[in-house]
Protein backbone atom coordinates (compact mmCIF):
# COMPACT_ATOMS: atom_id res chain seq x y z
CA UNK A 1 0.00 0.00 0.00
CA UNK A 2 1.60 3.65 -0.94
CA UNK A 3 -0.50 5.13 1.72
CA UNK A 4 0.29 5.27 5.48
CA UNK A 5 -3.18 6.21 6.10
CA UNK A 6 -4.23 2.96 4.63
CA UNK A 7 -1.84 0.87 6.30
CA UNK A 8 -3.03 2.28 9.93
CA UNK A 9 -6.47 1.56 8.73
CA UNK A 10 -6.19 -1.60 8.49
CA UNK A 11 -4.42 -1.95 11.43
CA UNK A 12 -7.29 -0.48 13.55
CA UNK A 13 -9.58 -2.53 11.84
CA UNK A 14 -7.68 -5.98 12.82
CA UNK A 15 -7.35 -4.05 16.45
CA UNK A 16 -11.00 -3.49 16.31
CA UNK A 17 -12.31 -7.05 15.35
CA UNK A 18 -10.07 -8.49 18.07
CA UNK A 19 -11.79 -6.68 20.57
CA UNK A 20 -15.38 -7.43 18.95
CA UNK A 21 -14.04 -10.79 19.23
CA UNK A 22 -13.18 -10.98 22.69
CA UNK A 23 -16.57 -9.33 24.33
CA UNK A 24 -18.40 -11.81 21.85
CA UNK A 25 -16.14 -14.57 23.16
CA UNK A 26 -17.17 -13.36 26.77
CA UNK A 27 -20.37 -14.34 26.70
CA UNK A 28 -19.46 -18.46 25.76
CA UNK A 29 -17.29 -17.73 29.52
CA UNK A 30 -19.56 -15.67 31.47
CA UNK A 31 -23.08 -16.59 29.43
CA UNK A 32 -25.46 -14.28 31.29
CA UNK A 33 -28.70 -13.01 29.28
CA UNK A 34 -27.67 -9.13 30.28
CA UNK A 35 -23.94 -9.75 29.51
CA UNK A 36 -25.03 -11.24 26.17
CA UNK A 37 -27.51 -8.60 24.90
CA UNK A 38 -24.84 -6.03 25.77
CA UNK A 39 -21.30 -7.77 24.67
CA UNK A 40 -23.01 -8.59 21.29
CA UNK A 41 -24.36 -5.00 20.89
CA UNK A 42 -21.07 -3.51 21.71
CA UNK A 43 -19.36 -6.07 19.48
CA UNK A 44 -21.20 -5.86 16.76
CA UNK A 45 -20.62 -2.10 16.86
CA UNK A 46 -17.11 -2.72 16.83
CA UNK A 47 -17.03 -5.02 14.25
CA UNK A 48 -18.80 -2.68 11.73
CA UNK A 49 -16.90 0.20 12.34
CA UNK A 50 -13.45 -2.31 11.85
CA UNK A 51 -15.74 -3.35 8.46
CA UNK A 52 -16.10 -0.14 7.79
CA UNK A 53 -12.23 0.99 7.89
CA UNK A 54 -11.45 -1.88 6.29
CA UNK A 55 -13.13 -1.25 2.96
CA UNK A 56 -12.07 2.25 3.35
CA UNK A 57 -8.50 1.35 3.31
CA UNK A 58 -9.22 -0.95 0.29
CA UNK A 59 -10.56 2.06 -1.19
CA UNK A 60 -7.61 4.20 -0.62
CA UNK A 61 -5.54 1.85 -1.83
CA UNK A 62 -7.74 1.25 -5.11
CA UNK A 63 -7.41 4.96 -5.90
CA UNK A 64 -3.90 5.43 -5.24
CA UNK A 65 -3.17 2.72 -7.58
CA UNK A 66 -4.42 4.88 -10.57
CA UNK A 67 -5.93 1.98 -12.98
CA UNK A 68 -6.65 -1.66 -12.83
CA UNK A 69 -4.07 -4.28 -12.12
CA UNK A 70 -2.87 -6.26 -15.61
CA UNK A 71 -0.82 -8.86 -15.06
CA UNK A 72 2.01 -9.32 -17.88
CA UNK A 73 1.78 -11.55 -20.80
CA UNK A 74 4.50 -13.50 -22.63
CA UNK A 75 4.72 -12.30 -26.38
CA UNK A 76 3.57 -15.58 -28.06
CA UNK A 77 6.48 -16.85 -29.96
CA UNK A 78 6.36 -16.09 -33.86
CA UNK A 79 6.49 -19.87 -36.17
CA UNK A 80 8.19 -20.14 -39.02
CA UNK A 81 5.67 -20.38 -41.73
CA UNK A 82 5.67 -24.03 -43.49
CA UNK A 83 6.43 -23.67 -46.95
CA UNK A 84 4.19 -23.40 -50.19
CA UNK A 85 4.29 -25.74 -53.04
CA UNK A 86 6.74 -24.43 -55.52
CA UNK A 87 8.37 -22.11 -53.43
CA UNK A 88 11.50 -24.71 -53.18
CA UNK A 89 14.21 -25.08 -55.75
CA UNK A 90 13.71 -25.45 -59.49
CA UNK A 91 13.26 -29.06 -60.69
CA UNK A 92 16.25 -30.61 -62.82
Known amino acids: MKHQTAKRMVF ?10 IFMGATIIYPHPLLLVVAMSIGQGIAMMSLALYLLAVALDLQSQGGAYIPYEEPVAEEPAPPVEGDGPPAA
Open 12 to 21: YAVIGTMVAM
